[in-house]
C-alpha cells in the first residue's frame, strides 16, 4: 500500500495528460485521402443498448457521424421495450396517451434518437427482449455487411480518426484483429485522462488481463465464426480473443476510443461490475484447459489481473516457453536488471521491486524480447547455446552485470527465439546485486 500511495501520488505531479484531437487540417487530409481510396473496409459498428441515457447514446452517434472515413455502418441493437409492449401504464406523461384520433408512437427513444440523425449509415434493430450484452451484440451482428466488425459501447465515443487509422492499417496488411490505445474521460466528455498506451500484442501479457479491450476490430467472417458467449458476459470481449487465433493482429498506438466514466460503467466504478473479472477468471481457466494446460488462475492484487499458476512449472506445462527472467534489484531493492528491448533498455528501471508500473506491467507476466542472464532460468535444451554465448554453463550463473553481458543476453534470447523458444519476464522472480 505505501509503494502503490507512492506511485500514485508521482502520478498525479507529473505533467497532466489532455487528449489533444488531430488538428482540423489532419482531419482534412484524412478525409481527402479516404474518398481517393478504391475499396476500402466498410466497417459494421456493433452498438447493443438497453434502456440507454439519451444524451450518452446521442454523443456516441455524432462521435461516429464525425469520422473522417465514411465507409461505415453502425447497427444499434436495442432491446428497450416499446411503448406497445411497455403497455400504456408505460407512458411517461398522461400528454403521451394518445387520443382516439391519434396514432401511438410505438418507437423507442433509442430509435427516435437514430432516425433524428438522417442517416442511412445509422440502422435499428429492435430485439423482442434483453438478452444481455453478448446475445444483443450478436443479434446486431446477423444484420451486419461489413467486412470488419467494431465492437462499441452505447456511453463510449470514438475520435474522428478512428475508423481511418483502422482502415490504413487494413490497407497495408489485411490484418483479422485490430486494437488501439485508449483513454478515459469524464461524465461529460470534456476531461480526458488515464492514457491505456498498450504494447503491440503480447500473449503472456494478455494472459494476465484483457488490455486489448477498446477500439477491438475483427473480420466479419471470424467474429460469425466465434461469437460472443453469455455465459461470459461482462468479459465477453476476453473470451472472444482468448478463443481467435492470434496470428494476424495488429495494434495501432494511438488513442482512438474514449471510455466514458460513470456511476454505472466499469470504467468509472470497477467495483460495481466484480462479476465481469470472475467471467475474465471462468474465460481463462477454460481457455487453459482446452490448451491442454494444467493450471490454476486466481485474481491478482490488482483489479482486473490474473495470475496463472502451472502445474507443475511453466516449462513443463507450456513446451514453447525456453527462457524465463526476472528482476535484478540493487541492495535497495531498485531494478537495475531484468525485461529488455532489443536495444538492451531495461524495463521499469528505477522502480521498487513493490512497484507495479504502468498499466501494473512491472507486477505481471508478459513476453519478452530478452531478460537479463542474472536472474535468469532456462530450458535444459538451451544450455549448449548458454554455454556458446556466454563461455560458461549455466550451472555457473553469471552475476557481473555491464554492457558486454546485456548485449550476450539479447543475443541468447534472440537466437532462443529463431529456434522456436519464447522468452518469459516473470515479476516474482528476483536477484539481488551489488550495484
Known amino acids: 500500500m505505501y509503494y502503490a500511495a507512492g506511485e500514485r501520488l508521482r502520478q498525479r505531479r507529473s505533467a497532466p495528460y489532455g487528449y489533444e484531437e488531430p488538428s482540423w487540417g489532419i482531419l ?13 473496409p466498410l466497417f459494421s459498428i456493433l452498438v447493443p443498448s438497453y434502456l440507454p441515457k439519451a444524451e450518452f447514446l446521442r454523443a456516441m452517434m455524432e462521435s461516429v457521424q464525425a469520422q ?58 429492435h430485439l423482442p427482449e434483453n438478452g444481455g450484452i453478448s446475445a444483443n451484440t450478436n443479434a446486431a451482428a446477423m444484420h451486419a455487411q461489413g467486412d470488419y466488425i467494431a465492437l462499441l459501447d452505447y456511453d463510449d465515443l470514438l475520435t474522428p480518426d478512428a ?19 485508449e483513454d478515459k474521460c469524464d461524465e461529460t466528455a470534456s476531461v480526458f485522462f488515464e492514457p491505456n498506451r498498450k504494447p503491440d500484442f503480447n500473449e503472456d501479457y494478455f494472459l494476465s488481463n484483457n488490455y486489448i479491450c477498446h477500439l477491438l476490430v475483427m473480420k466479419r467472417e471470424l467474429f460469425l465464426a466465434l461469437q460472443l458467449r453469455s455465459r461470459y458476459d461482462g468479459a465477453q470481449d476476453y473470451d472472444l480473443l482468448l478463443r481467435a487465433p492470434k496470428s494476424c493482429i495488429a495494434h495501432i498506438p494511438k488513442v482512438l476510443y474514449h471510455w466514458r466514466t460513470h456511476a454505472a460503467s466499469t470504467a468509472g466504478n470497477p467495483g460495481s461490475k466484480d462479476y465481469a473479472y470472475e467471467a475474465g477468471k471462468a474465460a481463462l481457466e477454460e481457455h487453459l484447459a482446452a490448451c491442454g494446460i494444467r493450471a490454476k488462475v486466481t485474481h491478482s492484487r490488482h483489479r482486473g489481473f490474473y495470475d496463472i499458476e502451472y502445474l507443475p512449472d ?4 507450456r513446451g514453447e516457453v525456453g527462457v524465463i527472467g526476472g528482476k535484478v534489484l ?15 533498455n531495461v524495463a521499469f528501471e528505477g522502480l521498487h521491486v513493490m512497484e507495479s508500473g504502468p498499466m501494473h506491467r512491472a507486477d505481471t507476466r508478459q513476453t519478452a524480447v530478452a531478460v537479463d542472464a542474472r536472474c535468469m532460468e532456462i530450458r535444459p535444451e538451451l544450455r549448449p547455446l548458454y554455454q556458446e554465448i556466454f563461455g560458461v554453463s549455466y550451472e555457473n550463473h553469471i552475476m557481473q552485470g555491464g554492457e558486454q553481458l546485456k548485449s550476450r543476453s539479447i543475443e541468447f534470447c534472440h537466437r532462443a527465439r529463431l529456434m522456436g523458444y519464447r522468452t518469459v519476464f516473470e515479476p516474482t522472480m528476483t536477484k539481488t546485486v551489488q550495484q
Request: no cysteine; net charge negative.
Open 163 to 181: 475508423l481511418y487509422e483502422m482502415a490504413a492499417q487494413i490497407r497495408k496488411s489485411s490484418p483479422e484483429i485490430l486494437y488501439s490505445d
Open 28 to 40: 482534412e487530409e484524412q478525409r481527402r485521402d479516404a474518398k481517393q481510396w478504391e475499396n476500402g
Open 314 to 317: 511453466l516449462f513443463s506445462a
Open 330 to 344: 540493487n541492495q535497495k531493492g531498485r531494478i537495475v536488471g531484468g525485461m529488455m528491448d532489443e536495444k538492451g
Open 68 to 125: 473522417t472515413y465514411p465507409n461505415w455502418e453502425l447497427i444499434l441493437a436495442d432491446a428497450s421495450e416499446t411503448m406497445l409492449s411497455a403497455g400504456r401504464s408505460s407512458l411517461r406523461s398522461r400528454s403521451e396517451v394518445p387520443s382516439e384520433n391519434q396514432e401511438a408512437d410505438l418507437r423507442t427513444e433509442a430509435q427516435r434518437i437514430l432516425e433524428s440523425f438522417n442517416d442511412p449509415r445509422f440502422h435499428y434493430v
